[in-house]
């Protein structure tokens, strides 16, 4: 419904997902050929990922597993391979760290928030063009 009425869309996914993201991405491309498809590969470390567990638990009764670590490479070079964008985030700290992403050939590491959100604005159907 909310590709259909061109919203964007999120989804969060675990890193057993990528094989069947992967899997999904043609057809999704095929019924919404106007949309942009990006991958947000978000690392923690263990007992970022194990307290925000907890936390997400005890307030809103999810329960995640905390054993999940990041995707297999493979699995993840092939996702961000089929995907428009692939942004690096880091986010242990504080505050989330871009350490980078690629977009249409265009590598960016100077972690600009900006660069990136230059990035996921709207384009014409079938190009990400450069900012000027």
Known sequence: ?????????????????????????????????????????????????????RMARRE?????????????????????SAADLLAQVENSGRQPVLRGFLSSGHADASGSWGGLALRLDPAPAGSLAPPP
Do not use: K, S
């Open 60 to 80: 809103t009764g999810r329960d995640a597993p905390e054993d999940n670590g990041p995707p297999p490479d493979a699995a993840l070079q092939a996702l961000a």
């Open 1 to 53: 419904v909310a590709l259909a009425r061109r919203q964007h869309v999120w989804l969060q996914l675990l890193p057993c997902d990528a094989g069947r993201m992967l899997a999904a991405l043609p057809g999704l491309r095929q019924r919404h050929p106007a949309f942009h498809f990006a991958v947000l590969d978000v690392r923690v470390d263990a007992e970022t990922l194990r307290r925000n567990c």
